[in-house]
């Protein structure tokens, strides 16, 4: 059993800064995939970023290329997204997820998510 916590939204202008946090519970953080999704009002839910277990992996969804990045601390047992250039369609709850094998940007992959942080770009 895994449980997430988030931290870090909040109201931003376009074009600034946020990290976003995920602290998890448990002994067994380092041996899970960790993703952050995000959903905006009447939209589904997006993929955003994954690490794999071992952090030697990254992938992005396509929206965010280059402006995040997804990073982990099993030490810590935290994950974390930081994004930059935020843009108003970056708005969204964001969820941190964590999954087994295999990594994927598949949200079905994810069995332990988090409640949530509210981000919000204005322009």
Known sequence: QVQLVESGGGLVQAGGSL????????????????GWFRQAPGKEREFVAAVSWTGSTTIYGNSVKGRFTISRDNAKNTVYLQMSSL?????????????????????????????????????
């Open 87 to 123: 843009k108003p369609e970056d708005t969204a709850v964001y969820y941190c997820a964590a999954g087994n094998s295999p990594f994927s940007a598949q949200f079905e992959q994810y069995g332990y998510w988090g409640q949530g942080t509210q981000v919000t770009v204005s322009s």
């Open 19 to 34: 990290r976003l946090s995920c602290v998890a519970s448990g002994r067994t953080f380092s041996s899970y995939n960790m």
